[in-house]
Every structure is written in C-alpha cells, then in structure tokens.
C-alpha cells in the first residue's frame, strides 16, 4: 500500500470530519485489517499500521492542524539513529540527518533558527536525550497434534530459528487439555528483538490437530459411531466401546433405534464434555436358510410397522 496516501483518504472520512468520526472509522478498520484476523493475508499488518498512522495524526489535534498545513512533512518526528545521529522520520518511514534538513531548509530561504523551521517540523526545544522504544515483531510457528495431545494436553518440543542469526532454540511448550483447532498459544518474548531497548515481539504457536479414526470431537463433547446387529439393538445388550481412558461398558436398551445416542458422562474432553455412544444398526449382508426362516417366522407373527405413527402427505 502507498506511503503517501493522504490520512483522511485511508480513514474513508472527509476533511471536515469530527473527532468522533475519526475514531468510529479507525475502530472499524482496525478491526477489519488486524493481522490476527487476517494471518494469510500478507497486505494486512501494512494496511493495519497506515490505519494506526492515520488515526495518531487525525485523532490529535496539533498533528491534524500542522497536517492540513503542511501535509506529512509536518508530522514527521525526530529521532536518534542506531549510530547516534539526530534524524528527522518522515511520514512513509524516510529519514534525513538534522544537519542536512537544515541546509535543504535554508536553500530555500528558511534556517535553523527560524519560527518557520520550528513550526513546519516540530523542533523541540531540547533534544530528545533518548530513542523511543520499539517492541519487536511477533511471528507465527505452526505445530501439528494428535487427537489424543489436544483432549488431554502434553508437553512438546519445538524448534524456533532466530531469523536475524540462523540458530536455532528448542523450546518445550506446554499444551493446555482441551485446545482446539487452530488456537494460538503465545510465548512472550521469543520472536524479534525490539530496538531502543524495547521489549522483544511474540512467538505464536498456531495448533493443527490430526483427525482420529474413530472419535469426532464438538466443542468438549466425544462422538463414536457403534455398530450393533438387529438382535442387539432389538433385544438389548452390553457392549464394550473405546474410550478417553481406555475401555468403556455400555448398555442397549432393547428396542434401541439407530442414530439413537447414548451418554457416557464425564468421559469427553478433560474430563469436562461427554462421550457420545451413537448407534448404527448394521443388518447382516447373507443369511443362512435357518436365520431367513427366522426372520420370516417373526414377520408372520405380526412384525410392527415402524411407519404407523408417520402421516405421510402427498406432494400434491
């Protein structure tokens, strides 16, 4: 995005905008470009910062009087260089060294001493004896989870590169019980240093989760699909299924229909969700001559019709 858009063009407020104006149009662009909610989107964090620029200017008053004025040049900031220096910041992140802004101003008719010098670029009285503090930028590492590590937590590994040096830090991070998919988990500190003696940014560890072959997991809640034959489901049983913590013992009501679920409590996610038993009954694909005569024996005397209850209406 350009660094010389004008700030009342990237708020999307007129030039006679209120205060309140300003800062209801900061809000709702702020939020909209904020690198959490945009992370694949590599424009957004610049977006982000022209938004704040704009807002620090717009939203005081001085700094929107010397920019009606003068334009960027006028809230431009001074500063103290890495080699000790004195230079002027440009708005679009440029800088020029004091004793060279001064000459540039005087070819021009202006000097040093000048009022004009001093209101035009906003010369302190005093310079400042120290550089503003700059916390450093965070950065984002993606690590992957079985089902098992996300529900009941653990302790994992991960190596972290230094971008400025090439090493390399091992790290152990403790996964809290219960994450879900795609939940961020914040070191404080471990990404780049800042300058000036401000604070270093953050890592985020963004969770992937691997899905489970049997286990479907809502919010804290563990489903499994149990197939069970028609006599099991007719006559009632008692079946041992998977669970969290090892083997469970169900019981099946007779006349359990398929779909039906039943509850297993406390045994979901960290011990705050339940296991969810739902029932597929399964019918055999091939008969032997002695079941099909069984079947047909029930069906004479007088099989239910499961669709009595069902008033079926005609499409017309």
Known sequence: MSTSRDYYDVLGVK???STDEVKRAYRKLAKKYHPDRNPDDPDAEAKFKEVLEASSVLGHSEKRAL?????????????TSTNGQEVYEWGGGSTIKAEELEELFAAFGGGRGGSVFDGLF?????????????????????????????VNGCTVTVSLRDKRTGRTEKLDVKIPPGISNGQRIRLIGKAQPGSNGGPPG??????????????????DDIFLDVPLSITEATLGTNVEVPSLTGIATVTIPAGTPSGAKLRLRGKGVADRGDLYVVVQIVPPKSLTD????CLERIRELGDFNPRAAIEWRSSE
Not at 67 to 79: E, I, L, M, S
Not at 123 to 146: M, V
Not at 290 to 293: A, F, L, N, T
């Open 15 to 17: 030039k006679n905008a």
């Open 67 to 79: 920019f009606d004025k003068h334009g960027r040049a006028g809230v431009g900031n001074w500063n």
């Open 122 to 150: 906003g010369r302190r009285r005093t310079p400042r004896s120290k550089p503003t503090p700059r916390r450093g930028a965070d950065e984002e590492h993606k690590i992957t989870l079985t089902f098992e590590q996300a």
């Open 202 to 219: 953050d890592r985020l560890i963004i969770v992937s989760i691997t899905p489970h072959r049997f286990f479907r997991r809502i919010d």
């Open 290 to 293: 002695e079941q099909r005569d």
